[in-house]
């Protein structure tokens, strides 16, 4: 009992931290306190990420055996972008991006202590398999990321597009923290490429693990068929940007597209089967 409130006490604190971050992050994107912030926050993101990490790892292997769902996978997603926009921080201004991965990731955090996931099998549960679900939530995280970024780019066009009137100063204070059009845009496209190099190779894993276990190299149900359906989204996307310069709200739609079908191939059908149709 006393580990059972030691391990939902440690999902509140993490959750909590997430949002005192993000609130934080909120106050200080005035101009003359965002330097002296980005100090701390390049100090305090990987220690809430460590106590993520901790609970994350309590959810999946504390009961003594494997256990992985939707909310592992979301959880796990989250902890991975979190990591990714904290290094990019160092690089580019990322408090625009703060503001919305942050909140996502306190919500994210709990989740696995309410929907706790299928066992898996002893026989399944190799280093293969765990590579690969390390190899498939990576890119998750990279594709998730790219797909909020493309949605701060949409505002950001919208915003200066915007028929006259007056201003958002609230969301203007925000979206002025984040990089230039083009700079994001160039960022879009390393986070898509990183995200459909580990795309690909999740696939490829996912054939080889599939053939030891089932004894069949690839097995076509949604999730097989959503997530090549993204892969194809992913590659076509990357090869309009090589051959015709494809940017703008072109690339945005691709990309969110890409997301939606990707989200559906394991986190959605997951969902389903664990929430509405209660089959674990």
């Known amino acids: 009992m006393e580990s059972a409130a030691f391990y939902v006490l440690g999902h509140t604190t993490v959750a909590a931290l997430y949002l005192v971050m993000a609130a934080i992050t ?9 330097a002296r912030w980005s100090n701390w926050r390049r100090l305090l993101i990987p220690v809430i990420a460590a106590g993520h ?9 504390g009961s003594g055996e494997f256990r992985f769902g939707f909310a592992h996978a979301l959880s796990a997603t989250l902890l991975l972008a979190v990591l990714i926009i904290w290094i990019e921080g160092f690089f580019v201004p990322m408090r625009g991006l703060d503001m919305v991965v942050l909140p996502i990731a306190a919500v994210c955090v709990p989740l696995p202590s309410v929907f706790h996931g299928a066992a898996v099998s ?19 995280s990279f594709l998730t990321i790219a797909a909020l ?5 949409a505002s950001i066009d919208r915003q200066l597009h915007a028929a006259l009137g ?8 925000w979206l002025a923290q984040m990089p230039p059009l083009l700079a994001m845009e160039r960022m879009l496209f390393r986070l898509i490429a990183s995200g459909f190099v580990l795309l690909t190779l999740t696939l490829v894993s996912g054939i080889f693990f599939s053939e030891a276990l ?28 090589f051959v015709f ?11 969110l597209a890409g997301f939606l079908m990707l989200l559906l191939a394991y986190v959605g059908s997951r969902f389903v089967l664990e929430v509405i149709l209660r089959r674990v």
């Open 26 to 34: 909120w106050r200080a994107l005035r101009s003359e306190e965002a």
């Open 214 to 241: 089932f004894g069949r190299a690839l097995r076509f149900d949604h999730k097989t068929v959503f997530t090549i359906a993204s892969w194809f989204v992913f590659a076509g996307l990357l090869a309009g940007r």
């Open 245 to 255: 310069g494809w940017r703008g709200r072109k690339a945005l739609r691709w990309t």
């Open 166 to 173: 007056a201003p958002d100063r609230a969301s203007s204070r």
């Open 53 to 61: 990490l901790l609970v994350l790892a309590h959810a999946v292997i």
């Open 149 to 153: 970024h493309a949605l701060l780019m």
């Open 122 to 140: 002893a026989a399944a549960d190799t280093g293969a398999l765990r590579l690969h679900l390390l190899m498939a939530i990576s890119a998750y």
